[in-house]
């Protein structure tokens, strides 16, 4: 079976950090791309970031571009979004989704999702 459990969300101020961590089952140890994902109130899930597990290759969407970056520990299965520079239009569910596809930023793309975790960041 699939799990990915994220975790670390939570209310930041405005200019704060944060750093968001995903930690997936045996199972994903497998998966070839590994996202993060967010969601506002009554917008659509957006694209964040992504890593290639095995080229570590990273991509990131305009909006968090040089200020969040992915990382992953391969050896403890997780995946991290260290977010800084928070700005309050960073406010969403954030999910952590994997998959087997080489396509990293469309949502339909991916499998397998968490439950989400909340960033709610304050001006």
């Known amino acids: 079976q699939v799990h990915l459990v994220e975790s670390g969300g939570r209310s930041v101020q405005a200019g704060d950090s944060l750093r968001l961590s995903c930690v997936g089952s045996e199972r994903t140890r497998d998966l070839y791309v590994t996202g993060w994902f967010r969601q506002a109130p009554g917008k659509e899930r957006e694209f964040v970031a992504a890593?290639?597990?095995?080229?570590?290759?990273?991509y990131y969407s305009d909006s968090v571009s040089g200020r969040f970056t992915i990382s992953r520990d391969n050896a403890k299965n997780t995946v991290y979004l260290q977010m800084n520079s928070l700005k309050s239009e960073d406010t969403a569910v954030y999910y952590c989704?994997?998959?087997?596809?080489?396509?990293?930023?469309?949502?339909?793309?991916?499998?397998?999702w968490g439950q989400g975790t909340q960033v709610t960041v304050s001006s």
């Open positions: 890593v290639f597990r095995k080229t570590m290759t990273k």
């Open positions: 989704a994997a998959t087997d596809r080489t396509e990293q930023s469309r949502p339909d793309a991916y499998d397998y």
